[in-house]
């Protein structure tokens, strides 16, 4: 298990490595090895957890997550391999200078699912400022940051600097919204916001749109129940 872990640790630090090389200097090879790395790190993943790994790849880069799950790419030494559709988009973005951001979006959404926040919000914030329009990275970093600062509990009253990051997490997560209002990840992020903030109307107006588009969870029903309690 410890070798494993290892791996990994290893894989990952050579992801990030690559796709910094990648944001400066693009090529064929770097891109296949930058593919084999993601590839390999997938496939130590439950199916649950790499599943979620390409539902990102898909909404980050706006294709359409129902289209043919398998694509052939042809490497650089003329080995043609079968893999899920997000990756071949993944590899065609990285050879147009357009893909790098991608991997330090989803090792901080990975680091985020693992409960680790701090480090999480580093690839985040770094990301961010490679891509400050794209409206999933917008959300992950919201989301990331009120995962930081609540660990299950509001504090009364939230201290000046939580209080700042927190408004700013909220503007994030509304320009996600705005880009996508008929994603109902993007008003959780939001409504659990503004919940936190003791925002209650909207965090009702969000939280109850998530349930209509059959997004819902027990978060989801807690933040209600509060806002129900205090308004």
Request: charged share 20%; net charge negative; aromatic share 4%.
């Amino acid at each position: 298990m410890s070798r494993a872990i290892a791996c990994q640790g290893q894989l990952l630090d050579a992801l990030f490595v690559l796709a910094e090389v990648c944001e400066s200097q693009v090529s064929p090879a770097i891109a296949d090895e930058l593919i084999k790395c993601y590839a390999i790190w997938l496939k130590m993943m439950s199916p649950e957890r790499a599943q979620s790994q390409l539902e990102q790849i898909a909404l980050a880069i706006e294709i359409d997550g129902n289209e043919a799950n398998a694509e052939e790419l042809t490497l650089r030494n003329g080995t043609r391999v079968s893999l899920p559709v997000a990756i071949v988009v993944l590899h065609r973005q990285v050879l147009q200078g357009e893909g790098t951001w991608l991997i330090p979006l989803l090792q901080g959404t990975d680091l985020a699912s693992s409960e680790q926040y701090a480090e999480a919000l580093i690839k985040l914030k770094h990301t961010h400022q490679l891509r400050p329009d794209n409206s999933l990275i917008a959300n992950n970093l919201a989301w990331t940051t009120l995962q930081l600062h609540s660990g299950g509990h509001q504090a009364e009253p939230l201290a000046p600097q939580v209080q700042a990051e927190l408004e700013n997490a909220w503007e994030l997560a509304n320009s996600a919204v705005t880009r996508h209002p008929d994603e109902p990840a993007f008003r959780e992020t939001r409504g659990q916001l503004a919940g936190h903030l003791k925002r209650w109307v909207e965090a009702v107006d969000d939280l109850s749109e998530c349930v209509t588009m059959g997004h819902n969870s027990p978060a989801i029903q807690a933040t209600l129940k509060r806002a129900g309690m205090s308004l």
